[in-house]
């Protein structure tokens, strides 16, 4: 049933339930997981003191490290760009057959100024999409 199982990071606190669901299901089926970390093209303050590059090469080295533990077959990738955009262009390039992707919670005005990759990418993704909410 899946054979390829994207995780989209970005090494934040977030996504560790979905790295979990996501390395059980691949587990289960015998499918590589894809962990993609996507730099946004933003610049900005905090840019400058931070390198994320690195951060993002790290939140898919712990997916990998976890996969390997797990012996789960894993592939990894770091892009630049927008990042429902190379999420969903990955996972096209790829043959994805479901991305699992952890959310922030957020709510109200916070969700309607800041937006979601997750929801962007469940309303125009052609393979179905996995959203896992971080624990409380």
Do not use: K
């Not at 993002?56 to 996969?67: N, T, Y």
């Not at 100024?113 to 971080?134: D, F, K, M, W, Y």
């Amino acid at each position: 049933m899946y054979e390829h199982i994207l995780i989209p990071t970005d090494g934040s606190e977030n996504v560790a339930q979905a790295i979990d669901n996501g390395i059980a299901i691949a587990d289960e089926f015998g499918a590589t997981v894809h962990a993609l970390s996507v730099v946004p093209y933003v610049v900005t303050r905090d840019r400058l003191r931070h390198d994320p590059e690195a951060e993002a090469e790290r939140a898919v080295e712990a997916i990998e490290q976890r996969c390997t533990e797990d012996g789960v077959d894993v592939r990894t990738e770091v892009r630049t760009g927008n990042p429902p955009e190379e999420v969903l262009a990955y996972s096209e390039d790829h043959d994805i057959d479901v991305i699992i992707m952890g959310t922030h919670g957020r709510s109200g005005l916070e969700h309607a100024i800041i937006g979601s990759v997750a929801e962007r990418v469940v309303r125009r993704s052609s393979v179905p999409v996995l959203t896992v909410r971080p624990e409380d």
